[in-house]
């Protein structure tokens, strides 16, 4: 099978490449903006005899692929945050040369676009929450809500694209070895109060998480390419979600983490992402996705390789 993949310098989409050279099946072609950068990182991974790295400028009609994976994004929800409203721009953008694609080259390509579970809106404040619905408060918009919605308006125009094969595959949460512990997630400030003997300061409301292991996605992913035929949309979900409290405990069990939890102040925004994972198991009725890792059993695996390397 034949497979581009946009946005190759970002995590995820690293994360793939192993895994694809590693099974040695798929012949995939790699885009980014800095097709340096990737040949680069493909030689230290010594996987360049594998995979061909291309500027966007060379995706052409005169090239044949089964599927188009896009991960073209941010992963950073402090770059997220500052880029405001081009992220709209930035989504179209790539989203537009694949739709092209599939009208005019090759109508039985697989398209898997990369969305959020943030496509949900402020659909996380409730635990029996079912998802059917996306929410946003449409007259009370914040910079905040412009990535979800960029990932929701996307996923709207797919919708409209009936005759072709599309998947929106939705991440909620995902932590892997490659992980840059310097950014602004909670996982990043987590690993690196561990690895620099620092006390991890958090307050006692109540947060669930799903972290998704690299091993599962990608034989999510695999499942799609092999098996998916229709036009809609996907979750990521691991074996079982875990707590914030739960999970700042047993990395101090497990892996001598310094924590201070502080007491909350009061906060009535319906925008707390409380429960951020999925409900929705479709991957599992439809393609017989079953994720082999737990949230917890994802950390304790990505933090051991980070310690290890």
Known sequence: MNVAIFGAT???AKDLIVRF??????????FSRREADVDIWLEKQGIAHRFSSKNYTYFSDRQKFDA???????????????MGTTIFDVTKNYDDIVVDYLQNVNKKCKYIFFSSGAAYGNSFSIADDLQQE??????D???????GLAKFKTEISHRMLDNFII???RVFSYFSETQDINNSFMMSELVSAIFNNKTFETNDSILYRDFIHPDDLFSLVNLILERYESNGALDCYSKQVVEKQELVN??????????????????????NKTYYYARNKDAGNTLGYEPKFTSLSTIAHVIEQLRNS
Do not use: H
């Open 134 to 139: 996306a929410k946003f408060s449409i007259n």
């Open 250 to 271: 047993f990395l101090a069990k497990k892996f001598g983490l310094k924590f201070k939890i502080n007491k909350a102040e009061f906060n009535s925004s319906y925008r």
């Open 167 to 169: 998947c929106d595959l």
């Open 21 to 30: 050279a590693k099974e040695n099946v798929m012949n995939c072609t790699l």
């Open 10 to 12: 970002s995590q995820i």
């Open 141 to 147: 918009l914040t910079a905040s809500d412009w990535y």
């Open 68 to 82: 188009i994976i896009n991960l073209v994004g941010v992963g950073n929800p402090a770059r997220a945050a500052n």
